[in-house]
Each structure stands twice: as structure tokens, then as C-alpha cells.
């Protein structure tokens, strides 16, 4: 498929050009997410002081915000840095960890989604479903929803944002309002580790941090993550569980090829 | 041994109820304690900013205070959610990393215990002494005691407090003031490894959020390391060490059975 | 070699007395630094309030400055435990992670230069020349020099400061401004993993806890790093990646014998 071929080239490109990914993200997933970044071919940084965060960010091809352990202090990092980002055209990349579990993720989403430019939305259905202001109901990080109707959520948010959405779940659904990609891959363990969502992001990041078509970029890094997770299972002995499916995860991604992407991408065009 | 089969049936109420384990915890293995969680086949969730714990304790199944990396924000944290969840009804477990090193983690400890009702309260020997008011040396989070004599400490501050008094060692004791069982599971080499400790802490607490009986989830949470760790130590070739170890713990946990646990579980009452 | 010889007592030495090696560090890194620790036969423990550190650190046998993801509350922090550690004569390591990077990075590498007496500095080639007051461009976290000239820097730093000065890279470089080594360990996947800069300094750290050579300690941190990365990497198989490797660096830490330092330490006096 054409678009596969594409992303090969993403790839082959964060190789060459070792993209600077900053991150403001929790201290759950924060050292999955360094090394997801650098078994892809990226360079993670991580930084989170407010004296500090504008410039940081002025070196780097990309910034994730994270806010799974979102606090008083980081949020205000977080708005910082988005603000230096997007005077500077460095792209940001937004995961509203846990959105609508409570009122001050909500608050704090809602404020970056209106002072911050984001580039790419990236949550499960919950998550998506309560920054589109519909009801759902959240349990703590993890999804209660299937993505069945994401389709048009996604398109709708991502005309009213300017931003590429992306929706993680069994079907991956990404959208720029007016392109809407379906995606196949992954594996149902995946959510069985924590931090694959988060990882997902940086892994968008990377790739954003070489190219402008974001919705190609989230697209590679949600089928990057996906292709991963189905080999990374294939590989596991019945012996095997969670543990080493996760060390699995980095050493896929680290030897990730543009055959896997061309013969085991499942994207489809809505 | 009829104990071990009431065990077998809490760890099916995990993976059928997958309750939401909601921890204020350290940034040194909360990576490790949200994979347990998992692994066991709970739903963790990490979050301390003082503007939304009272909410997120609200949604979930069971608390975790672990004071590991402790600092003035976070106290204030676990207090304001130690508290909603005595109202809510919430069990809460809290475990006193390095209480007795410093004045600030015995001070803390003795402000949880005296504002925040416990559900079960976990440590090794040096920190449970220090906790009873006992001489003890500290060094650092690690205990420089054994568990001899254990039985009578557990018991006492378990009556004092009604809590579950939780003693890990190469034997642990858990006692509810009235009921004290010894374990004898597990094997050195998890002290070898950091967070074993924290993980078996966030494993009583995924247990507690499906049964009233903490004794009972606190001696299923132990148990349940004790048995990954020897099955785990028996999988291990010569070459391998601790970063194999540890991948094997969440295998182990992962794929643990009732038959690991009948078979295996080393139960006694004193 | 002779010293590869003084190098294996250390390594007893370590094994023998565990060492407690507190940490102000950074919450990307901070589990395998605490793991790296245990893997060697070191303890470790982490702390960062201000109302606890001096007391912390004066239960220690060495202490770990890693300014990674610093910010106001723990820059207070790392400044009082060094003072402290300085008043007891517990040797200091410092890891200027990304100096250079912003300006609260050099400031603040800058105060803890001055205002702490440092057995141990340890930096990659950009970070070292940050602090050298030489001009070079830094891109985060990672270098972008080689250590080509790096005697003359770390000699006259170390002059300078009165510390050892250890350059990390694809040849290492250690020197107390009187005796300088160059050692040729290590393997270039090594920089693939987050965190093994500061896994060195905390092994650096854990060796400096027994013995007051601190030029030793240094080169025994480093030797052991890079003689557990040749190993790890001999032992993946084609589809392993830094998943595999990064389990195998704590695998091999732990296994650590005589026999690989005597054999395969590639240590040189300049």
C-alpha cells in the first residue's frame, strides 16, 4: 500500500536524522518513553522546570505533553513550553492522560487544547469522547469505550482543533478533519503494560519531529507500535507474560523494518 | 490447605473485577507497581496533585500510600486521600518506606497513622519496629533485622491500630491483632531487586480491592510475590541475574494459577 | 593488569560491606539507578525533600548528584546534602546531565562547582567542556564531541576543581589532574539505552563508598559498565534490540566476576 512505502521513508528518516524529542510527561511511563524514542532512531530529553522549559524546547524537533501525573508546577511547564513550541513551528504532540477521571485534568486539557496550537491529539475513546464534549465515563487512565462511531468524532475534533486526532484502541482511528485513516494492527496485550499508550505518543513525536504531514506521522507511530505489538507476542513462549512481552516491545521497535511496515501495515482510508 | 483455595478465589475476583488500584506512591518503582497491578489483572492509576486526589480516590477500588520518595506536596497528597477514602470506605494500604532513616518519614508515618483509619500496613521488621515504637538501626529502605519474634510486634500494633500488620522478611508474619499467619514463600534474590517490596504493597492493595477481608488480601498480595519469586529464581540459567529476574517476576505474576497457588502457598497460622 | 587487579578487591569490597549509595537524581533513570546499585552489592536509596536530605545522607556511604530533570525544589536539595556529605567527608559524585543544555543547567552545575567539593565529576565530552568554560554545541542530553583532546580537559579540570574527572564516550577518560587513563571498554549500543550515563556514576558511586581512591572508583564504574555492555551484546541474538540489552546490562552487573575485569579491562595510563 502506497502509504505504507511512505512511512518507510519516515522511518529510514528518523534514523538518519536523530530527531531531539523534549518531553513533559509523568513519572510512571517517562523511562519507556526515553527508550522508546531512541530504539526508534530519536534522541528523548526530558525536562520539566519552568525556568527552563522554553529553552529546551528551542532545540528540539518535537515536544510531548503528557499529563499522566500531571501537577500545579508541570501544568504551567506544560503551557510554557506548548506557547515557546508553537512560536518557534516545533510541532506538539498532546496525551490528556486520564482526561475527565478529574475535574483538574479536564480543566488542565481544555486549557491547553485553547492556549496551546496542538498538532496531533492522541488518547483512547474516553479520552477523545470528553475533550469532543460527549459523555462517556472514565475509569481512571483506561478506556470504557470501543472506538465504534470514532470515525466521526475524530474528523469532527480535528476540524474544530486544526489538529490531527488520533483514537487508540482495537481499531486505531487518526484524523485530520478531512483524511480519516483505519488502523488494523496492535494486539489486545498491549494494553496490558502500562505506558504502551504513552509510548505510542512519543513514538508520534519521533516521527513528527521529521516531517510537517502530522497525520502521516501519528499514523506511523500508532502502525509502529501496532506491528510491534503483534510480533512482540508472536515471539512469547508459554512461559512468557507481560515481562518479557514489554522487553519484546523495544527490541521490535529497535529492529523495526520497512518490510514489517509494507507487508504488515493495515491502514485503510474511511 | 483451605486457605490457599479462599486465595485462589480472590486472585479470579482480580482478573474478573479489575479493580482500580489508585497509588500516591515513589518515582523510583511506580513503573513497577502500575505493571503488577496489571499483571495481577487490576487497573492501576497514578495521580498527587492535592487539587484532584480526593476525586480519584472517589473512583477507585483501593488506596496505596507509599512514602518512598516522599516529600512535602505528597504528604499533603496522601493525607487528603487517606482521608476521603475513610470516608468513601475505601480500604487503604499504606507502606512506611524508610520510615526510621529520617524524622521527616517518621513524623509522616505517625501523621498517616494517627489521621488516615488503615486497612493494612506493610513494611519490613526495621520499619514495623519502628512504627510499634521499638529500638531498631535504619539503614537507608532496607532492614537490618530479622523477623524472629515478629509474631508478637504484628499482633500488638495490629490490635493498637485495627489494622492488618504486614512483616516481610525471608518469613512474614500477617496479623490482624487476633489471626497471625507466617508465609514461608519467596527467596532472597527479590531483596536483590528494588521495588519488590513496593510491588507486593500495590499486589495486597489489588487484592483488597475485591475482598473486606484484608487479612486475607494482604496474605494473598505476599504470597503471590513469594511464589513469582521462587518460580522465577528456578526459571533463571547461570548467565542470566536480576534484569532477568525481574522480567520473570511480571511473567510470573501474570501466569500465576490456582495450582501455583495451592500447590505452592506456605501457610501458616500461628 | 595491576589495576585491574585493585579493581577486583573494590568489586569485593563492594559485595562485602553494600555500600549505601543515596541519590538526588532524576525520575527518568532513577529504577535502573537503584537496580544498577543492588546489581553490583551496593544499596541504594533516594530521597529528595529538603527536610530530609541531610540527615539522608549522613547514614551514606557516598552520595549521587544527577541533575537530570532538576528543578527549584531539588537544586535546594542537592546543594544542602552536598554541604552535608562535605561536613562528614562522604564523598560527592556529580552527573551534570545536560549542562549546557539552558541556562539553569550551567547556573546550576555552575553553584553546585562552587559551593560543593566534588570526589567524583562525570559527564560526556559536551558536558565536560560545558564545565571547562570551551566552547561546543549540545543537542539535550547526549554529546555531540568525541574525546579526542579529553586528556588536557579532564587534567586540568581535575587540577582545577580538585576532583577526578571522568569523560565518558567510545573511549572513556579519567584523570585526578596528576594521573590520567584512558579506557577502551564499553560498546557503542551502550548510548541506544537511556540511563546508562547514569548507571556508571551510580556504580562510580557505589565503588566510591569503599575506598577513598577516588580516581579508582571512577575508573571501576566505568570499566564495569563497559565491560558488562561488550558482554550483554555478545549475548543477543538477531532479534534481540535494547530491550534484550538493557536486561542483560543488569544480568552481567550482577555477575560481575574477577575473571571479566582481570581479562577484559582495557585500562591505560596516559
Same mark, same amino acid.
Given at each position: 500500500?502506497?502509504?505504507?512505502?511512505? &512511512?518507510?521513508?519516515?522511518?529510514?528518516?528518523?534514523?538518519?536524522?536523530?530527531?531531539?524529542?523534549?518531553?513533559?510527561?509523568?513519572?510512571?511511563?517517562?523511562?519507556?518513553?526515553?527508550?522508546?524514542?531512541?530504539?526508534? !532512531?530519536?534522541?528523548?530529553?526530558?525536562? *520539566? *522546570?519552568?525556568?527552563?522549559?522554553?529553552?529546551?524546547?528551542?532545540?528540539?524537533?518535537?515536544?510531548?505533553?503528557?499529563?499522566?501525573?500531571?501537577?500545579?508546577?508541570?501544568?504551567?511547564?506544560?503551557?510554557?513550553? @506548548?506557547?515557546?513550541?508553537?512560536?518557534? !513551528?516545533?510541532?506538539?504532540?498532546?496525551?490528556?492522560?486520564?482526561?475527565?477521571?478529574?475535574?483538574?485534568?479536564?480543566?488542565?486539557?481544555?486549557? &491547553? =487544547?485553547?492556549?496551546?496550537?496542538?498538532?496531533?491529539?492522541? @488518547?483512547?475513546?474516553?479520552?477523545?469522547? &470528553?475533550?469532543? $464534549?460527549?459523555?462517556? /465515563?472514565?475509569?481512571?487512565?483506561?478506556? /470504557? *469505550?470501543? /472506538?465504534?462511531?470514532?470515525?466521526?468524532?475524530?474528523?469532527? =475534533?480535528?476540524?474544530? %482543533?486544526?489538529?490531527?486526532?488520533?483514537?487508540? @484502541?482495537?481499531?486505531?482511528?487518526?484524523?485530520?478533519?478531512?483524511?480519516?485513516?483505519?488502523?488494523?494492527?496492535?494486539?489486545?496485550?498491549?494494553?496490558?503494560?502500562?505506558?504502551? !499508550?504513552?509510548?505510542?505518543?512519543?513514538?508520534?513525536?519521533?516521527?513528527? $519531529?521529521?516531517?510537517?504531514?502530522? %497525520? %502521516?506521522?501519528?499514523?506511523? !507511530?500508532?502502525?509502529?507500535?501496532? =506491528? /510491534?505489538?503483534?510480533?512482540?507476542?508472536?515471539? %512469547?513462549?508459554?512461559?512468557?507474560?507481560? $515481562?518479557?512481552?514489554?522487553?519484546?516491545?523495544?527490541?521490535?521497535?529497535?529492529?523495526?523494518?520497512?518490510?514489517?511496515?509494507?507487508?504488515?501495515?493495515?491502514?485503510?482510508?474511511?
Amino acid at each position: 500500500m502506497e502509504i505504507n512505502k511512505i &512511512i518507510t521513508k519516515l522511518l529510514s528518516d528518523v534514523k538518519e536524522h536523530n530527531p531531539l524529542v523534549y518531553h513533559i510527561t509523568n513519572y510512571v511511563t517517562v523511562n519507556d518513553c526515553a527508550n522508546i524514542v531512541l530504539a526508534l !532512531g530519536g534522541s528523548p530529553v526530558m525536562a *520539566d *522546570d519552568q525556568n527552563e522549559v522554553e529553552e529546551m524546547v528551542s532545540i528540539a524537533s518535537a515536544l510531548v505533553l503528557n499529563m499522566g501525573t500531571l501537577n500545579q508546577r508541570t501544568i504551567e511547564s506544560m503551557i510554557l513550553a @506548548g506557547k515557546k513550541a508553537n512560536e518557534l !513551528g516545533i510541532p506538539v504532540i498532546f496525551d490528556p492522560v486520564g482526561v475527565g477521571a478529574t475535574n483538574l485534568r479536564t480543566e488542565t486539557a481544555n486549557r &491547553i =487544547l485553547n492556549e496551546v496550537k496542538l498538532s496531533v491529539v492522541t @488518547g483512547n475513546m474516553s479520552e477523545i469522547k &470528553i475533550l469532543a $464534549g460527549l459523555n462517556t /465515563t472514565v475509569k481512571g487512565v483506561d478506556s /470504557t *469505550d470501543g /472506538t465504534v462511531g470514532g470515525e466521526k468524532i475524530a474528523a469532527e =475534533l480535528a476540524a474544530k %482543533l486544526n489538529s490531527v486526532i488520533a483514537i487508540t @484502541g482495537a481499531t486505531d482511528i487518526i484524523s485530520n478533519g478531512k483524511k480519516t485513516y483505519k488502523l488494523n494492527n496492535g494486539h489486545e496485550i498491549l494494553s496490558k503494560v502500562t505506558g504502551t !499508550g504513552c509510548m505510542t505518543t512519543s513514538l508520534i513525536g519521533t516521527y513528527a $519531529g521529521v516531517t510537517k504531514d502530522y %497525520l %502521516l506521522a501519528a499514523t506511523a !507511530g500508532i502502525m509502529s507500535m501496532g =506491528l /510491534t505489538g503483534e510480533k512482540a507476542y508472536q515471539q %512469547l513462549a508459554s512461559s512468557d507474560g507481560i $515481562g518479557t512481552f514489554k522487553v519484546r516491545i523495544f527490541d521490535n521497535i529497535y529492529n523495526l523494518s520497512e518490510k514489517d511496515i509494507i507487508q504488515g501495515g493495515k491502514l485503510n482510508e474511511c
